[in-house]
């Protein structure tokens, strides 16, 4: 009985390991970015609330060299284009932290914390998850440091996603350079122009700088004046 009842041990503890390692699969590719932790701590918030923490932003005193986001553009932003924003103005490596100070500004000290915790930021704010490598797009080119701060369409990522008009146009420059099929048929299939930005988006915290010229150039050939316009 003993030597029958082995090759089912040995089952079902190969069906236990293939779960542990499934959940760990899993886990990794549903581990969610900054956006989405933003998000999600502003989509907590009461309607008062949001109006507090939109108040707040507009006053709070920031790093140097940084602005603050125009009342103009909070009055009727929702959560998701709050996230976008302060994305845009602060970049990843500081927007959790102004978020943070913000919710804390407006006695959600709690909210701050989870906040803090959730995204894993350090007590300057910045986000301790380590840099994933240059090109994991699957596009070759010269890999390069990932500098957010840096470059164009970090630093105008609410309004490239509120203002670009011609995305698959954009998009069919990207295929097959810089988005694969997976991807490209995942982004068009988006109901808006905001939303197929914002899917597109998803993608960079992967990208080198490579890559993120070849979505400049392509931006620039279809929304030629819009891309002057944010260029000043």
Wanted: proline share 5%; net charge neutral; hydrophobic share 35%.
């Amino acid at each position: 009985q003993s030597g029958r009842g082995a090759p089912a041990r040995a089952r079902a503890e190969g069906s236990r390991a293939a779960l542990w390692l499934w959940r760990r699969l899993w886990g990794a590719a549903m581990a969610k970015s900054l956006r989405d932790h933003l998000v999600e701590s502003l989509e907590d918030l009461e309607e008062e609330e949001l109006k507090k923490f939109k108040w707040k932003l507009n006053e709070l005193p920031l790093r140097p060299g940084f602005a603050n986001i125009p009342r103009g553009r909070l009055q009727k932003a929702d959560a998701l284009d709050l996230s976008d924003l302060l994305l845009s103005y602060y970049t990843a490596s500081y927007a959790g932290q102004v978020a943070a100070q913000a919710l804390e500004g407006i006695s959600l000290r709690r909210q701050a914390q989870r906040l803090r915790s959730a995204a894993g930021l350090g007590e300057n704010g910045s986000v301790q998850t380590p840099v994933q490598p240059c090109g994991t797009s699957g596009t070759s080119g010269p890999c390069e440091p990932l500098s957010p701060e840096s470059h164009f369409v970090d630093r105008h990522r609410a309004e490239l996603i509120q203002r670009t008009s011609t995305v698959e146009a954009v998009l069919d420059l990207l295929h097959g350079n810089i988005l694969n099929d997976e991807q490209y048929e995942r982004i068009v299939l988006q109901p808006t122009n905001q939303d197929k930005m914002r899917e597109l988006y998803k993608l960079m915290p992967s990208w080198n700088h490579y890559c993120k010229d070849r979505l400049y150039e392509a931006l620039k050939a279809k929304n030629k004046f819009l891309i002057e316009d944010l260029e000043g």
